[in-house]
């Protein structure tokens, strides 16, 4: 088994979109996200952060410089490839939740997991369903998404992009859509099961209410990171992933 190490590396990463008239959205970005550790990047809308998310969460490709994951290089990688890693070493929880609606709870929180095969899926399904009852939707496992409340229908998203055991969980304005006191109970499980877990998540969020309780705090503009408080704790925090 590998040592810990950063689940996530930038190196002088840059993006540039063409066309008639480029647009350069990333300037020379350094990046590192701890193994275990919970990373928000703040910024105002336009600042590439969602840009950001998107170049480590295989969604998009910088224009140049160096990305890692893992220990692995992601340069040169086929569509293939890059769809393998995005299903097996990360997991995603979007502003909405984007539950199947003819699907269960505990069925939309496996469905990650179907991907990989239903051997697969019948192996994680205990797990998946413990982590339910830890976000408090123990006894809802059956429900159909629309006898959720929205602070619910999150909570399975949460759990669903926990449900392959990732190295890093991607988060992007994942209380955007609710109201404050919601928004502080999804941030509150989130921390949670990050501390608890030991998985790695990089949250991307305008609320400065959600930097409290975070291992490092990124600001953003004008595709600059401008500033960093906190520092990583790769070394001593989680556990280690090959």
Known sequence: MAPAGPRAEMIRVNKVYGGAISAHVLFDIDLAIGSGELVVIVGTSGSGKTTLLNLLGLLDTPTSAALRLGC???AGLNDAQRTRIRRDDLGFICQFHHLLPAF????N???PCRLRGLAF???RRDPVARLLDRVGLGDRLHHLPAQLSGGQQQRVAIVRALANDPI???????TGNLDSANSQIIFEIIRELNRE???AFAVVTHDESLTDGADRV?????????SETGS???????????
């Open 218 to 226: 990124i600001r953003m503009a004008d595709g600059r990171i401008i």
């Open 232 to 242: 990583t704790r790769s070394q001593t925090k989680g556990r280690p992933r090959s």
């Open 104 to 107: 269960t709870v505990l069925e």
């Open 121 to 123: 899926e019948r192996s």
């Open 72 to 74: 692995r290089g992601v």
């Open 168 to 174: 890093l969980v991607l988060a992007d304005e994942p």
């Open 109 to 111: 929180a496996l469905m």
């Open 197 to 199: 877990g030991g998985t």
